[in-house]
């Protein structure tokens, strides 16, 4: 696979993301793309050793409030969805997560058995999936029951891109410190057992990704 820069990666991935933060800044114009200082953002990355493709499905979703906007983001999140190892798209976790009284979808992003990938609440936003570090992270969710089963190899591999791409918008190191499993930081079994085994692994494969 051919070497290609971050800005190419950022170029291809950005058609597929609302709008984005670098490190602790919060861009301008975060209501919609045209606001955004694409250029900033391609300006100040970094080579990446590999080429990663990410395409994401933004479905139309309506939160029951107004969103905040984060302030600084230091680490990521993983969760399972828990209690089934059936499939939910975005707009499913959405009416879940409304019915609990949230403001709607917690998560920033979905990841399908198939390896496909949902935007929940958009990434600039403050989400609701990890009590008390909402404020400085993003949640990747991946669907399924991973105390009782297995993630599947799409799944991990595009947790590991995924990790990645969210890393060099925020320029975040990928290790044990800012790479957290839900359990990590509450208590709870999310993300079960066999995709919290997995996260050492990932936090590899997202450092590999942003080798240049």
Same mark, same amino acid.
């Given at each position: 696979?051919?070497?290609?820069?971050?800005?190419?990666?950022?170029?291809?991935?950005?058609?597929?993301?609302?709008?984005?933060?670098?490190?602790?800044?919060?861009?301008?114009?975060?209501?919609?793309?045209?606001?955004?200082?694409?250029?900033?953002?391609?300006?100040?990355?970094?080579?990446?050793?590999?080429?990663?493709?990410?395409?994401?499905?933004?479905?139309?979703?309506?939160?029951?409030?107004? &969103?905040?906007?984060?302030?600084?983001? *230091?680490?990521? !999140?993983?969760? /399972?969805?828990?209690?089934?190892?059936? #499939?939910?798209?975005?707009?499913?976790?959405?009416?879940?997560?409304?019915?609990?009284?949230?403001?709607?979808?917690?998560?920033?992003?979905?990841?399908?058995?198939?390896?496909?990938?949902?935007?929940?609440?958009?990434?600039?936003?403050?989400?609701?999936?990890?009590?008390?570090?909402?404020?400085?992270?993003?949640?990747?969710?991946?669907?399924?029951?991973?105390?009782?089963?297995?993630?599947?190899?799409?799944?991990?591999?595009?947790?590991?891109?995924?990790?990645?791409?969210?890393?060099? &918008?925020?320029?975040?190191?990928?290790? *044990?410190?800012? !790479?957290?499993? /839900?359990?990590?930081?509450?208590?709870? #079994?999310?993300?079960?057992?066999?995709?919290?085994?997995?996260?050492?692994?990932?936090?590899?494969?997202?450092?590999?990704?942003?080798?240049?």
């Amino acid at each position: 696979m051919r070497d290609v820069s971050r800005k190419d990666f950022l170029c291809k991935s950005f058609l597929s993301i609302v709008s984005v933060t670098v490190g602790s800044a919060l861009l301008s114009g975060i209501a919609s793309a045209s606001g955004l200082d694409i250029q900033k953002i391609i300006d100040e990355t970094k080579p990446m050793s590999e080429e990663v493709k990410l395409h994401i499905h933004r479905p139309k979703l309506v939160f029951a409030e107004a &969103l905040q906007p984060r302030l600084e983001t *230091k680490r990521i !999140i993983m969760h /399972h969805v828990g209690g089934t190892n059936r #499939e939910a798209k975005a707009e499913e976790i959405h009416q879940w997560h409304l019915q609990n009284g949230w403001a709607g979808i917690g998560y920033h992003f979905i990841i399908h058995k198939d390896g496909s990938i949902e935007q929940g609440r958009p990434i600039e936003m403050i989400g609701a999936h990890c009590y008390r570090y909402n404020s400085d992270s993003v949640g990747i969710c991946s669907i399924g029951n991973f105390q009782e089963y297995y993630p599947t190899d799409r799944q991990l591999e595009t947790a590991g891109k995924l990790i990645a791409y969210v890393c060099s &918008l925020y320029d975040i190191v990928p290790g *044990k410190d800012t !790479i957290f499993g /839900h359990r990590d930081l509450n208590k709870t #079994e999310c993300p079960g057992d066999h995709l919290y085994a997995q996260l050492d692994n990932l936090r590899k494969v997202a450092f590999n990704y942003l080798q240049g």
